[in-house]
C-alpha cells in the first residue's frame, strides 16, 4: 500500500512592510538594513533545506497574474524587493529553488451579513470586544519587542512556536464571545468570516498540489497558523512539518 502524500510547511509571518490592514498591527522596525538583510539571506538559506516544490503566499487569488509579473520582473532584475515578507522571504526563496511561479491562495473578501464588530463595540459598548483589542495590542507589543531585540531567524522560531501560535488563536475565540442585542454576533463573525476564510484557503491549497511529490512551503500572517495547520492535519492529505526543523543557521 502506497502512504506517500505530499509535504506541507506552514510559516507564519510577521507583516514585515507594515501595511495596517489587519485587526492588530506592529510596526517593525526597517528589514532594509544591511544588517537585516544579511539575517533575511540567512532564514531564506535554511529554508531552502525544505525543498520546496511549491511556495503559496497569502496574496487574493484574483492577483495571481500580476503579483507573478513581478516576480518575474525579480528574477530578470526589473523589480526591486521591498519589505514586504512575501518578497523577502517568498521571492528569494522562490528563485533560489529555481522556481518559475508563485501561488496566490488567499481570500479576503466582504460577505453580506457578517456582523462590524468593531462598529458595535464602538456603538454600545462591548467588554468582550475590550478584553480582545487589549490582549491583542500586548501581543503586538511582544512581537515588536522580540524581533527589536532578535535575530530574524530567532524572531520566527519564536513566533511559530506553539505557545505563540495558541495566542494569536485565543484572540478569535474571544471575539467569539461577543453579543449585542443578545444576538452572537462575534460567533457569526468568527464562523462565518474567520474560519470560512482560512477553509477557503485550505481549499486552495489542496487544489494546488498536483503530485504526492509536491512539497509545498506557505508562508501566512501568524494569526492563520493555527486553523491552517489544523484543517491540513486533520485532511489526513499531508505529511505536515514544522518550520522550527528548519529555521536553523546554515553551518558553513
Not at 128 to 149: C, R, T, W
Request: net charge negative; proline share 3%; charged share 25%.
Amino acid at each position: 500500500m502506497d502512504n506517500k502524500k505530499p509535504t506541507i510547511l506552514v510559516l507564519g509571518s510577521d507583516h514585515f512592510g507594515n501595511p495596517n490592514m489587519d485587526m492588530f498591527n506592529t510596526q517593525s522596525e526597517d528589514i532594509l538594513t544591511d544588517k537585516r538583510q544579511k539575517e533575511m539571506r540567512q532564514v531564506v538559506d535554511s529554508l531552502t533545506g525544505f525543498q520546496p516544490t511549491k511556495i503559496a503566499l497569502e496574496v487574493s487569488t484574483k492577483a495571481q497574474h500580476d503579483f507573478n509579473q513581478d516576480y518575474l520582473s525579480y528574477l530578470y532584475g526589473d523589480f526591486k524587493l521591498t519589505s514586504d515578507e512575501r518578497h523577502q522571504i517568498g521571492f528569494q526563496l522562490a528563485k533560489a529553488m529555481n522556481l518559475h511561479e508563485l501561488f496566490a491562495i488567499d481570500w479576503n473578501e466582504n460577505v453580506e451579513g457578517i456582523p462590524d464588530l468593531e462598529a458595535l463595540a464602538t456603538e454600545s459598548g462591548s467588554k468582550v470586544f475590550e478584553e480582545a483589542m487589549e490582549k491583542g495590542q500586548h501581543l503586538a507589543n511582544d512581537i515588536e519587542d522580540y524581533l527589536d531585540s532578535h535575530t530574524i531567524m530567532e524572531f520566527l522560531r519564536w513566533l511559530n512556536e506553539p505557545t505563540n501560535v495558541k495566542a494569536n488563536h485565543e484572540l478569535y475565540m474571544t471575539l467569539t464571545l461577543m453579543e449585542s442585542d443578545n444576538i452572537p454576533v462575534g460567533a457569526m463573525w468568527t464562523a462565518q468570516y474567520w474560519y470560512y476564510r482560512n477553509l477557503i484557503i485550505y481549499k486552495n491549497l489542496v487544489e494546488m498540489v498536483t503530485s504526492n511529490d509536491d512539497r509545498v512551503f506557505v508562508l501566512y500572517g501568524v494569526g492563520h497558523v493555527h486553523l491552517l495547520t489544523q484543517f491540513l492535519r486533520e485532511s489526513g492529505r499531508f505529511h505536515v512539518e514544522t518550520s522550527q526543523d528548519y529555521l536553523v543557521p546554515i553551518r558553513s
